[in-house]
């Protein structure tokens, strides 16, 4: 499990914009449809585009379940995972 980033937005009530951590080596970036997990190493969604600089992308990440936006905020400014 590697870490992806910081949410920054909730977008709606299945996506999130993720700020990808500093930098990483050229190859060691996450794949597109990769799943991703809380810090409870519980999925909650699969990254399903990026965009931004090379070195340090955005991720964006569209949850499994639709939830209320209460529900989709209580991710913001918390740490995920990519398996």
Do not use: C, W
């Not at 597109?32 to 190493?41: A, E, L, W, Y």
Request: glycine share 8%; charged share 30%; no cysteine.
């Amino acid at each position: 499990m590697k870490r992806l980033g910081t949410v920054l937005h909730a977008l709606g009530d299945a996506t999130l914009i993720v700020r990808g951590d500093d930098k990483r080596p050229k190859g060691d970036k996450p794949r597109m449809n990769s799943f991703v997990m809380d810090k409870t190493v519980k999925r909650i969604g699969k990254i399903t585009s990026y965009f931004g600089p090379v070195e340090n992308p955005y991720y964006i990440v569209k949850l499994d379940s639709r939830g209320n936006a209460q529900e989709v905020r209580r991710y913001l400014n918390e740490r995920i995972y990519v398996q």
